[in-house]
């Protein structure tokens, strides 16, 4: 079972997610992170929960090495965080994946943190352009 840190929440349905999101005229911001991962705490505590709480972001968090928790898809298929990660071709955390009720990225990935200075502004362009292609 995944022992994510609290701040964000952690689904069993990322089907249920991606309709809550629809329903808010949002994208579904899913973060693909690690138990330990300086970098996700980073993402995690300074930017995505804080718009959470205020309630700027549909926004769920999954451990990409979780082979025995039960998660649905975006698809309605059953599946685990860890094989639903392979599936999305992730291969580093934080990843942030953008999608639509439909199952679709509609932005570009935002993978690691590269430049710490720059990650709100990384973040806000793809969410704009997430949010351009949700409503």
Not at 59 to 68: T, Y
Request: include cysteine; charged fraction near 20%.
């Amino acid at each position: 079972m995944s022992t994510l840190p609290p701040g964000l929440p952690v689904p069993t349905s990322l089907r249920a997610a991606a309709q809550t999101a629809a329903q808010a005229r949002e994208p579904l911001v899913v973060m693909v992170t690690l138990k330990g991962c300086a970098f996700c705490e980073v993402v995690r505590n300074n930017y995505l929960a804080p718009m959470h709480r205020r309630g700027e972001l549909q926004v769920v968090q999954i451990d990409m090495l979780d082979r025995k928790s039960h998660l649905q898809s975006l698809q309605g298929a059953s599946t685990t965080p860890y094989d639903q990660a392979r599936d999305w071709k992730v291969t580093m955390t934080p990843t942030l994946l953008f999608f639509n009720l439909q199952g679709q990225e509609v932005a570009e990935r935002l993978e690691g943190v590269g430049v710490a200075d720059f990650y709100g502004a990384y973040l806000d362009q793809r969410l704009q352009v997430a949010r351009s292609k949700t409503q």
